[in-house]
C-alpha cells in the first residue's frame, strides 16, 4: 500500500520544493494569443480609432473625454498626507472634548 500523503503525492505540489515544470520560464518577447489576436483585429485602425475617440470627446461624450485625458495626462500619484491620523487624532479629540466639559458641565 502507497502513502497517500507523501510529499511527491500531494495534490497541488506535482514539483519538489524550489523546482518547477519550467525552470526556463517563459521565453522573453512571447506574447499572449489574446494579445496577438487584438493586434490583428485592430490592425490599420488604430489611426481611425483614435481620430473617433477625439470627435466624441470634442462632442461632448464625458467617457470618451475621459479616456483621451487619461493618455494625455497620466493620473495624479496621491501624495503623503499630512496631519494628524488614527489614535493620535483620536486622543487629542477626546482631551478637547473633556475640557470643553469641563468648562460647560452641563
Known sequence: MTDNNSPDSLRGRPFKKGKSGNPTGRPRGVRNRTT???ETLLEG???NLTR???ELALNGDIHALLLRLDRIIPPRREQAL???????REQEEWRAEQERRKRFPF
Open 36 to 38: 496577438i489576436t487584438a
Open 82 to 88: 499630512q496631519g494628524k491620523f488614527g489614535a493620535q
Open 52 to 54: 473617433k475617440s477625439v
Open 45 to 47: 485602425e488604430a489611426e
